[in-house]
């Protein structure tokens, strides 16, 4: 297995720490480019195995090894191949997460702990929702046969509130990004969170 360079590309061996095109310090990663369980990040969080992963980046579960606790550490790329009209709007996207999140509290969203850069990638820590996204649990669950209506209620009822929630700051948080995919169903408690505030404005 080899690790390419996020700065550069380059094919390094798999057991190079620093890259033999430019020098930048390596980043333990699969051949698609998610990073390998047992990479630590920021000299704290372990990453323990890949969510799922899209067209801006990855998410994966972590161990903060600060305080013992499961997390999610949310991924978004910066490859050298990008335009630098798109590293600027990834750049602009993560300040946005990281802003929007960062003072918001609700029982119905997914809350903000921390976020850095390193090996030119940007990275936002958030509580880890041990659960299932409601696209999942339309077309694997119900299997597109309609979710009783009694729990369609309920379910709308918490993203109405956190969505109130969020008109209610000032200035105004517009979610901007709803639909099943970031929405997840927690199973400790079988409340509704609201993730992914990339869009937010």
């Not at 297995?1 to 094919?11: A, H, L, P, Q």
């Not at 820590?125 to 046969?145: A, F, P, Q, S, W």
């Amino acid at each position: 297995m080899s690790i390419f360079c996020n700065k550069c590309n380059y094919k390094n061996m798999n057991n190079a720490n620093f890259c033999q095109g430019c020098g930048e310090k390596l980043i333990a990663t699969e051949t698609d480019g998610t990073l390998m369980a047992g990479v630590v990040l920021n000299n704290r969080y372990e990453i323990k195995r890949l969510v799922k992963t899209g067209g801006f980046g990855s998410v994966y579960e972590a161990l903060d090894r600060t305080n013992n606790i499961i997390c999610a550490v949310k991924e978004m790329l910066n490859s050298s191949s990008d335009t630098p009209e798109e590293r600027e709007y990834l750049s602009v996207r993560f300040k946005r997460e990281k802003e929007t999140f960062h003072d918001l509290s609700h029982p119905n969203l997914a809350i903000s702990k921390d976020a850095f850069i390193e090996h030119n990638r940007y990275y936002l820590v958030m509580d880890y929702i041990e659960g299932k996204d409601l696209y999942t649990i339309m077309t694997e669950d119900y299997r597109g046969n309609g979710i009783p209506e009694a729990t369609v209620i309920e379910w709308t009822k918490q993203m109405l509130d956190a969505l109130d929630y969020l008109h209610s700051q000032s200035p105004p948080v517009i979610y901007r990004d709803l639909k099943p995919e970031n929405v997840m169903f927690r199973y400790s408690d079988s409340r509704i969170i609201i993730i992914d505030m990339g869009l937010a404005r």
